[in-house]
């Protein structure tokens, strides 16, 4: 069992930066696929990036591609996502995610994460 606690939403204007934080309870941490994933107003939940259990893939949505930054420190269970260049469409809640499965298999299937936090307010004013 794992569980994931996202932190460091907020609102931030347009063109400003927000590193969000999501530490993982358990001691396998360092072998799950990680990921981040959005939800705005009225849309359906969707991919954002994802990172391999090493640190050393990682996978971008082509709408935060160049803008976010996908890390993990496996020593703290952390994996955080850094967003630069933020804009108004970046606004909602974001949720990080655990998956067993090999990154180059969640890379493709998005769905079925194994574990999901609660999410964190990203707000974007313009």
């Known amino acids: 069992q794992v569980q994931l606690v996202e932190s460091g939403g907020g609102l931030v204007q347009a063109g400003g930066s927000l590193r969000l934080s999501c530490t993982a309870s358990?001691?396998?941490?360092?072998?799950?696929?990680m990921g981040w994933f959005r939800q705005a107003p009225g849309k359906e939940r969707e991919f954002v990036a994802a990172i391999s259990w090493s640190g050393g893939s990682t996978y971008y949505a082509d709408s935060v591609k160049g803008r976010f930054t996908i890390s993990r420190d496996n020593a703290k269970n952390t994996v955080y996502l850094q967003m630069n260049s933020l804009k108004p469409e970046d606004t909602a809640v974001y949720y990080c995610a655990a998956d067993s499965r090999p990154w180059a298999v969640v890379v493709h299937d998005h769905t079925g994460m194994d574990y999901w936090g609660k999410g964190t307010l990203v707000t974007v004013s313009s």
């Open positions: 358990g001691r396998t941490f360092s072998t799950y696929t």
